[in-house]
Each structure stands twice: as structure tokens, then as C-alpha cells.
């Protein structure tokens, strides 16, 4: 059995992403370790400190459908972030001994960098009415850019884009915009448009958010809220291994420079199903694509037929293909009849199946999905009080472990004691 921590920001209500993502993850290892899950509250102020009049409600319904979900108090303790401050202690002190390179090279500060630069300019060249085709491009895109010759085009499609931004984004001497232009240039786009765009980026407020300090330490801030356990490991997906790497460095140059007071911690690699939002696109709240734990069955059905389908089928004879189409991804993971699955693929690709009939059955197995936890966030809700106790016990008890912690790091820091 290992000392297991793992956190959670509070941003709502749970989707399907988190619970396939996270929650389902949880609900087994709460049976096998002794873990400790927290509501990560002081992260969610990173690149949202602006907006905190919401923050206690997320906080809230999080807690409910973590407990909906049937995270059990009884199995695994429950506690949130800032009613532990000792974690701030420890994220101060670690922050003395950590290279700040070490964080500027992090791979996911980098990537948000990325996408919000993206989606901006995607937003503007939209804004302009440039046509940014959805469909994937149908050559390569070094192919596409020999042929690209400014004249004829004038739509560039959306995997273009992404990959120009990708190259000038992602290279050794910092963001690339003169590339940026000279490529969207190349594909068609007005050039007084890209200028414009370049220049936004260049000088203006996107990514301002997170250019604080706060948001380029958060790693450290990760680190102490798992070391301050001394948690022998985190459950993580692919992505998020630099960060366990940062934390095991952290570690290893605290215990060098001091005592061999915390362990390095394992990543434990969760294999999570992928499911993207209605649209395609990931599923996200801000792309307003998800499907809520808590929704309602009307919810659901209407979100189900909004869903997008196999692009080329458009008509309802046409034959279709299950393996580009995001109904049957949630299918895959819903529909947990075998045979009916079989049967699905099978009449889709021969159009003996129509797409809202798909669609029904979808919606079908999602909402007996949903309902017991549903029902479960209901009997929470009128109640809230009562449940929400165990994650002020949990916060009482987690105090005492890290007070007892942080006693053991000041000593072999010899700091003042008072
Ligand atoms: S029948 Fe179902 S799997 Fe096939 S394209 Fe339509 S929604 Fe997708």
C-alpha cells in the first residue's frame, strides 16, 4: 500500500472528461492505497485570479460529484488545498532551492503559452472572415506550402494553421512571427490582416494572465502539496510526467542540501480514455462542449444530437464510418453491450443505421450512466452541510500530518523557531 496524493482544481462542475480522466482512476486506487485527494483551490488562482467570486461554488460542486461519483471519506482522505498552509510554507522554502530554468523549460507552462496564442489568432482570422476550413488538409503541409502561392488561395485549413503556429512557437530562439507571417501570407491571407494579428500577439495582452509569477511556480507549489505527505506516488497521464520529474528534483536537492527527509515520489500512469467534447474539439468548459456529471436527461439528449458525426456521411444512405465519428468514441465507452457495439459498427458502415437513431441509443446509455450519480448529487445537495464535514475533518487531519512535516524541514533547515 503506498501514500498516494493527488489534487483536483476546483473549475464546476465535472464533465465526462474529468470522471474518465481522473475520477475512475480515483475510485480504484482509494480501494488499494491510502490516499489523500485534494480540492487544489490556490492553483485555480494561477491564471484565474482575477475572477474569484466563483471559486466557492466550484469548490462546492466539485465536492459533490466527487463524493456523487462515490469518492469515499471512509476510504481515502478528503481535504482541500488552502486549509492546509503549510503547503504555502514548503512551496516558499522549496522555491529558494529551485533553478528558476527548471520551470521556465516546462513543458506544460510552454503548451498553455501555445494554445492561448493560437486560439487568438485563430479567434482574429475569424473574426475577419477568413476561411479556416475545418476538414483535414488533404497533403502535407510542406507539400501545401510549395503549392501555396498567395493568389489562388484563400482559405487556409485549420491543421495548416495550427502546424505554421507549431513551427514558429516551437524553436530554439523564442516565438518565430516573422515566419508566422510570411506563411499565412503564403496561404492566402491578406496581409494587412496577418500583420495586424502579428502584432496583437507581439504587443499586446494575450497570455498576460499567466505571466506571473504565481503561474510560473505553480510546479513548486505541486511539489510541496505531494512531498509535504511524503506521498510515494502521484497519478498521473502522460503529460503531466515533467511534473513529477520537477517534483522527484525537488526532492532529490532538498534531501542533498539538507536531510533525507522526503521520498521520491512515483508517477503512477493512468491510462484514461479519450473523449472529446460535442464538437470534436477537446472537451472543455470553455469550449462549451462537455457533457456534465450532473446534467439532466433532456441535457443529455440534446447534447447528444448535437453531436458531430462521420463528416463525409451526409446524407442518411450514405454508408458511414465508425472510426472518425465522435458517437461511436462515446459508444465505445458507454454502450457496454458487445454485440450492440458490433452491431452499430457494423450497420453504420452499411447505412442501415441513420445517425439520430445512433445518436438514440447513445443518449440512452449515457443517461443510465448519469442517473445513479445523478440521484446521489441530489441527496448531497439537500445536505451539504453534512458531507461537506469530511473535507473539513480531512483538512483538520491533513494539518497535523503536515505541521508534523514542516517540523521535521525547519530542523534540518535550522530555521528560527519560535
Ligand atoms: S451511424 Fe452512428 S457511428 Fe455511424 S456515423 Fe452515424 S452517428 Fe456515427
Not at 481515502?76 to 527548471?102: C, D, N, R, Y
Not at 487556409?156 to 516573422?178: P, S
Not at 520537477?246 to 484514461?272: G, H, K, M, S, V
Not at 456534465?292 to 464510418?321: A, W
Amino acid at each position: 500500500m503506498k501514500k498516494i496524493v493527488s489534487g483536483m482544481r476546483p473549475t464546476g462542475k465535472l464533465h465526462l472528461g474529468h470522471y474518465l480522466g481522473v475520477i475512475k482512476n480515483w475510485l480504484k486506487l482509494q480501494d488499494e492505497h491510502d490516499c489523500y485527494f485534494f480540492v487544489a483551490d490556490w492553483h485555480a488562482l494561477t491564471n484565474k485570479y482575477k475572477n474569484t467570486e466563483d471559486l466557492k461554488e466550484n469548490i462546492k460542486q466539485m465536492i459533490i460529484d466527487w463524493l456523487a461519483c462515490g469518492i469515499d471519506p471512509k476510504k481515502a482522505t478528503l481535504f482541500v488545498q488552502s486549509g492546509v498552509k503549510q503547503h504555502s510554507e514548503l512551496a516558499l522554502l522549496f522555491s529558494m532551492i529551485t533553478p528558476k530554468s527548471w520551470l521556465e523549460l516546462n513543458p506544460s507552462y510552454k503548451d498553455l503559452k501555445f494554445n492561448l496564442f493560437y486560439q487568438y489568432l485563430r479567434d482574429f482570422l475569424l473574426g475577419k472572415q477568413v476561411k479556416i476550413n475545418q476538414a483535414p488538409p488533404p497533403e502535407s503541409f510542406d507539400e501545401a506550402l510549395e503549392k501555396a502561392t498567395g493568389k489562388q488561395k484563400n482559405k487556409i485549413f485549420e491543421e495548416y494553421l495550427r502546424e505554421a503556429f507549431h513551427r514558429a512557437f516551437y524553436n530554439q530562439k523564442g516565438i518565430n512571427f516573422e515566419y508566422l507571417k510570411e506563411v499565412l501570407i503564403k496561404f492566402g491571407i491578406n496581409k494587412k490582416i496577418v500583420e495586424e494579428a502579428i502584432d496583437n500577439l507581439e504587443k499586446g495582452d494575450v497570455g498576460k494572465d499567466i505571466d506571473t509569477l504565481g503561474f510560473l511556480a505553480y510546479p513548486v507549489l505541486q511539489a510541496a502539496d505531494i512531498l509535504i505527505y511524503k506521498a510515494e506516488g502521484v497519478p498521473v497521464g502522460e503529460d503531466q510526467l515533467p511534473h513529477i520529474e520537477l517534483t522527484r528534483e525537488i526532492a532529490r536537492r532538498f534531501n542533498n542540501l539538507y536531510d533525507e527527509i522526503f521520498p521520491e515520489p512515483e508517477a503512477i500512469l493512468t491510462e484514461a480514455a479519450k473523449l472529446p467534447g460535442i464538437d470534436g474539439r477537446k472537451m472543455s468548459k470553455s469550449y462549451n462542449n462537455a457533457i456534465y456529471l450532473s446534467d439532466s436527461e433532456e441535457e443529455v439528449n440534446k447534447k447528444t444530437m448535437q453531436m458531430k458525426t462521420d463528416p463525409q456521411r451526409i446524407r442518411r444512405t450514405d454508408p458511414g464510418n465508425p472510426d472518425v465519428c465522435i458517437v461511436y468514441d462515446y459508444h465505445k465507452i458507454f454502450t457496454k453491450d458487445e454485440n450492440l457495439l458490433k452491431d452499430i459498427d457494423q450497420k453504420c458502415r452499411t447505412a442501415e443505421i441513420g445517425c439520430t437513431d445512433c445518436k438514440k441509443i447513445l443518449a440512452e446509455n449515457l443517461n443510465k450512466f448519469l442517473e445513479p450519480i445523478r440521484d446521489k448529487r441530489k441527496e448531497i445537495e439537500k445536505d451539504y452541510e453534512k458531507y461537506e464535514k469530511f473535507f473539513i475533518e480531512g483538512t483538520l487531519r491533513c494539518r497535523e500530518i503536515a505541521e508534523s512535516n514542516m517540523k521535521e524541514v525547519r530542523k534540518a533547515m535550522r530555521l528560527y523557531e519560535i
